[in-house]
């Protein structure tokens, strides 16, 4: 008698958080209605999880386009196409040693290669895995494709820098204003100070 006594109370409030629990679930859960291939109607319930699009890398919701100044690019070298239209695109892995002869992957070399990040055909352009192209100044996307944390860090600010009012456009620095894509080990650099925008005088 004395445990069932104390059992009880226990027992009730199980049961409340069951019911409760599972009323939250069902809030989230819903009943989707379709017709199979022969007119019949099916009805099943899906979870909040089940209903969620499914993962599409060719049709995901486009990425923020952030302000960023010029990509720290050598003397010279931009646009690549000044020479590279001229030339027989060769995706042979190789050692170079006619140009370029100053980069030296080492950057998860093992398992790529240069033509992964740059684009095979119009050299102006950065390529995604996807196979979507996209320009320097958006690199950022092509390194957050790998370093997604880094990435959604940056985004808001917490890596990396980013200036600007607290009400205005926000500039950010390029990943690779601090790090060098080929050979990122190589301790990252001083962040430059900020350009000067024109007309955005101090007050
Ligand atoms: C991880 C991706 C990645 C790989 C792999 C890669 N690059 Fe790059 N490369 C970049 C990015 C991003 C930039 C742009 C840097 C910038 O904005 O200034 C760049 C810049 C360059 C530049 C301009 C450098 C300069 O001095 O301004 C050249 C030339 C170049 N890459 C050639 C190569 C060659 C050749 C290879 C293979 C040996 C290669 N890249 C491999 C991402 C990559
Ligand atoms: C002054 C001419 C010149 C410019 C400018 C130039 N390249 Fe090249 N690039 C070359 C030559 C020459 C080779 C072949 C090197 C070899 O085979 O040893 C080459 C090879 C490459 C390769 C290896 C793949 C291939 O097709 O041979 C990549 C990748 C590359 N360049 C990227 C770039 C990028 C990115 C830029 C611009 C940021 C750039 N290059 C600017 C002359 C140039
Ligand atoms: C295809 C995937 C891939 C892409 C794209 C990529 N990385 Fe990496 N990155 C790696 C891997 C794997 C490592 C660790 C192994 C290594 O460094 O060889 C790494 C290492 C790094 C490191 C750390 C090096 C250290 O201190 O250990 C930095 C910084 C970095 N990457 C920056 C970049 C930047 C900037 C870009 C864009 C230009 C970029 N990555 C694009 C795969 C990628
Ligand atoms: C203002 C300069 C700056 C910018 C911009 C920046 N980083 Fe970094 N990053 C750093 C510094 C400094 C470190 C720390 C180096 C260390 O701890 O050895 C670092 C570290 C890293 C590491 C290695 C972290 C680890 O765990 O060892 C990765 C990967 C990386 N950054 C990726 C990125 C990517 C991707 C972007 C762009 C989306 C980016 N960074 C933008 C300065 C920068």
Redesign the pocket.
Known sequence: MKILRLACPKLVLLIVALVVGSFAGLARAERIKEFDRSGKLIVTEQSAAEQQPAYDIKNRPKEKVFEVPRPP?SEG????S???KY?K???QR?T?????TDIVLHHAEGQRW??DC?N?ID?DKLRLVSGDTIDFTESYRLCGQCHGDKFRDWKVGVHGKRTGNWNGDKQYLLCVHCHNPHDPKFKALKPLPPPVRPGSASH
């Open positions: 690019f070298i931009f646009p690549c000044q020479c590279h030339m695109p060769n995706p190789r170079l040693t006619e140009y370029h240069c033509t740059h095979l050299r």
